[in-house]
């Protein structure tokens, strides 16, 4: 008798919880669908980076990165927006070592609402092709503007 109350009383405690449970927004159920990030605009923004790059501006090219953005490549870790573009200032200090960049995405995915992740490859042409593949998280930031917040490339 015991050990049908001990029964009874489990069986009505997971009912109880997995009705809570039911209650509760998922997170796709509580996403704000104002905040997706699209694959244009995606596009948008690599294409921007481009032009960027191909005019010589390493700074316009590195606007999109968010100021603590993490960038991992061949020589490790790199934490700040300044320190990545200090990097980039160091590696393609003139027109020649810049060469012409262009991507190839291959892949982008929401993670969620406000974020993405983008695969891709890129190249440049400057004589010999140098390339490699890369893989971004973006961000929507809170002036809606869409931000690099981590960068791996290879």
Do not use: K
């Amino acid at each position: 008798m015991l050990r049908n109350a001990l029964a009874t009383s489990l069986v009505a405690s997971v009912s109880i919880f997995l009705a809570s449970c039911q209650c509760a927004p998922t997170a796709s159920q509580s996403e704000d669908p104002g905040l997706a990030i699209s694959e244009a605009e995606i596009r948008e923004l690599m294409d921007q980076q481009l032009e960027d790059w191909n005019s010589g501006s390493l700074e316009d090219f590195v606007a999109p990165y968010a100021e603590s953005t993490t960038f991992v490549g061949a020589s490790g870790l790199t934490v700040s927006r300044e320190r990545v573009l200090a990097n980039y200032r160091l590696g393609y200090p003139d027109p020649a070592s810049r060469g012409t960049l262009t991507f190839e995405l291959e892949n982008v995915r929401p993670l969620g609402s406000g974020a993405a992740i983008v695969i891709g490859q890129w190249s440049i042409d400057r004589g010999e092709p140098v390339s490699g593949w890369f893989s971004l998280v973006v961000e929507r930031a809170a002036n809606g503007a869409l931000q690099i917040v981590h960068d791996h490339s290879s």
